[in-house]
């Protein structure tokens, strides 16, 4: 009985004494998954261009920051579920997401494509270098027209709960077979196997795979921005946390100001992806 | 809680419990014939024969399906020469990556659980069976067999019902089941606790049903 005693109460002070380290750190939550944006050296640290942000920020803020690792399904959740204060991942601001919680003004922005493998019949299709679907103008409204006709019957993969995936749920681009995966890792493997017939992504996700893997990945079709692609990454707070809100915006502003966002965007992404 | 999610997600993850059944009905009948014939080469006297068998469940009892679902999918999805063989026809399909995955593994356990309950046959009764004159192909197929398959009834329920809660694996090779529905409705709605306690609620039922089954199934051939 009482080494029981002994030991709860020892399991007590450890838990206390981790709470009270923790409590005025801010708390930030990214993937690990999603190169160049985050993702994980060989020694398993947390490297890319929003954990480099992420350091750069909290100094602005003058604030102790950790960066924790989540699984992507399971990001906002654990947000509202306060297992960390802010979401650094990617995380594009569409209004889906903005009905469960703010985000801060956006410090990039990314153009998304679809890729296929080298010699797939989806390599010819003829339509303009890039779109935009919050207002499509005429060239738009063709292009999609000529995607819905290339893609019918297709399998095109993306990664679980992305704005890829709702893009290819939305119909803009009719009926494909939509396959979800965990990781973009993953959706890269199955489309070097041939289990996709075309994947929608980030283009970055896909040049620094080609990039990688050496394997012969290429970008087809029109980028795409806009509606359902959202406006920019910004930062993922609670909705009732406007202070921290607050916090990040200025500290954006200054990151911003002093040059620090492109200069960290051009390392990682080899061209200026800051906004 | 948000109880209007909960009664919108049900006949959605209703509509994907099907997936589930489909997944678990196949394995469970393939499992079923791969546990007996390994069940019978493990009784077997020849060395070699009974260390393969050996082999074959120690290697699928002794590694995580989830490995075993991804080796299955991804690993073999990497081999260039697989790609170009007949074979791919199937294992392009996630759908069949599962089942093999799934066979292969409550086939393992089958093969164990048989194999015990034919060890506990009472040698009496075969000899019992010997001095009636019955041939030994007749002992094992009326007498041994029905015996073991009594003997495993236990044993084999909760095998069922592991591999009912198994299935849910499916969903991490991008198939539709109960959980692959129930983390997409999560991911459009952000809410995982509602979802998931339907999710997990379906999951209860199906358990309750194999379980008053197998239990029917007992009172029924005891003896």
């Given at each position: 009985m009482n080494i029981i005693k002994k030991f709860s109460l020892g399991v007590l002070i450890?838990?206390?004494?981790?709470?009270?380290?923790?409590?005025?750190?801010?708390?930030?939550?990214?993937?690990?998954?999603?190169?160049?944006?985050?993702?994980?050296?060989?020694?398993?640290?947390?490297?890319?261009?929003?954990?480099?942000?992420?350091w750069t920020l909290c100094r602005y803020i003058g604030q102790q920051c950790e960066i924790v690792?989540?699984?992507?399904?399971?990001?906002?959740?654990?947000?509202?579920?306060?297992?960390?204060?802010?979401?650094?991942?990617?995380?594009?601001?569409?209004?889906?997401?903005?009905?469960?919680?703010?985000?801060?003004?956006?410090?990039?922005?990314?153009?998304a494509s679809l890729a296929v493998m080298k010699g797939s019949d989806l390599e010819s299709m003829d339509t303009p270098a890039g779109i935009?679907?919050?207002?499509?103008?005429?060239?738009?409204?063709?292009?999609?027209?000529?995607?819905?006709?290339?893609?019918a019957g297709k399998t095109v993969c993306v990664q679980t709960a992305t704005i890829h995936q709702n893009f290819l749920d939305s119909?803009?681009?009719?009926?494909?077979?939509?396959?979800?995966?965990?990781?973009q890792d993953e959706v890269n493997l199955d489309l070097a196997s041939g289990r996709c017939d075309a994947a929608l992504a980030a283009a970055v996700a896909f040049s620094d795979y080609a990039e990688k893997s050496g394997k012969?990945?290429?970008?087809?079709?029109?980028?795409?921005?806009?509606?359902?692609?959202?406006?920019?990454?910004?930062?993922?707070?609670?909705?009732?946390?406007?202070?921290?809100?607050?916090?990040?915006?200025?500290?954006?502003?200054?990151?911003r100001k002093n040059g620090d966002i492109s200069r960290i965007a051009t390392k990682w992404f080899g061209f200026d992806a800051s906004m | 809680m948000d109880f209007e999610l909960m009664i919108n997600s049900f006949p959605k993850l209703l509509n994907a419990t099907l997936i589930t059944l489909k997944l678990l009905s196949a394995s469970l009948i393939f499992g079923l014939f791969i546990g007996l014939l390994f069940a019978i080469l493990r009784i077997n006297k020849n060395p070699i024969i009974n260390?393969?068998?050996?082999?074959?469940?120690?290697?699928?009892?002794?590694?995580?399906?989830?490995?075993?679902?991804?080796?299955?999918?991804?690993?073999?999805?990497?081999?260039?020469?697989?790609r170009s063989t007949i074979l791919w026809v199937v294992l392009k399909e996630p759908y069949w990556c599962a089942i093999i995955a799934f066979s292969l593994n409550t086939g393992a356990y089958t093969s164990e659980i048989l194999r015990s309950?034919?060890?506990?046959?009472?040698?009496?009764?075969?000899?019992?069976?010997?001095?009636?004159?019955?041939?030994?192909?007749?002992?094992?197929?009326?007498i041994?067999?029905?015996?073991?398959?009594?003997?495993?009834?236990?044993?084999?329920?909760?095998?069922?019902?592991?591999?009912m809660k198994g299935t849910s694996l499916a969903s991490t090779v991008t198939l539709m089941d109960l959980t692959g529905v129930a983390k997409y409705i999560i991911s459009t709605t952000f809410k995982p606790i509602e979802v998931f306690i339907v999710a997990g609620g379906i999951y209860l039922f199906m358990t309750f049903i194999i379980h008053n089954v197998i239990k029917f199934l007992e009172k029924k051939y005891t003896y």
């Open positions: 450890t838990l206390f004494l981790s709470f009270s380290a923790n409590a005025d750190k801010i708390k930030i939550g990214t993937e690990g998954t999603y190169p160049p944006w985050n993702s994980k050296d060989a020694s398993g640290k947390l490297i890319g261009f929003e954990v480099e942000l992420a690792e989540q699984d992507w399904d399971g990001m906002i959740p654990a947000l509202i579920m306060r297992k960390f204060d802010a979401i650094m991942a990617g995380m594009s601001i569409t209004a889906e997401r903005q009905k469960a919680i703010s985000f801060s003004q956006g410090y990039a922005d990314e153009v935009n679907l919050t207002k499509p103008n005429t060239a738009a409204k063709k292009a999609l027209k000529t995607l819905t006709a290339a893609l119909g803009d681009v009719g009926k494909v077979n939509v396959r979800t995966y965990k990781t012969p990945v290429v970008l087809v079709g029109p980028t795409f921005s806009g509606g359902a692609f959202g406006n920019g990454v910004g930062v993922g707070i609670r909705k009732d946390d406007t202070e921290l809100l607050n916090a990040f915006n200025k500290a954006i502003d200054k990151a | 260390k393969f068998a050996y082999g074959y469940s120690y290697v699928f009892r002794g590694t995580p399906l989830l490995v075993q679902i991804f080796i299955i999918y991804f690993g073999l999805g990497q081999i260039e020469y697989l309950a034919f060890q506990t046959i009472k040698p009496g009764i075969i000899e019992a069976g010997q001095s009636l004159g019955i041939s030994s192909k007749i002992i094992f197929y009326k041994q067999i029905p015996i073991a398959i009594r003997q495993s009834l236990p044993a084999y329920g909760n095998e069922i019902i592991l591999m």
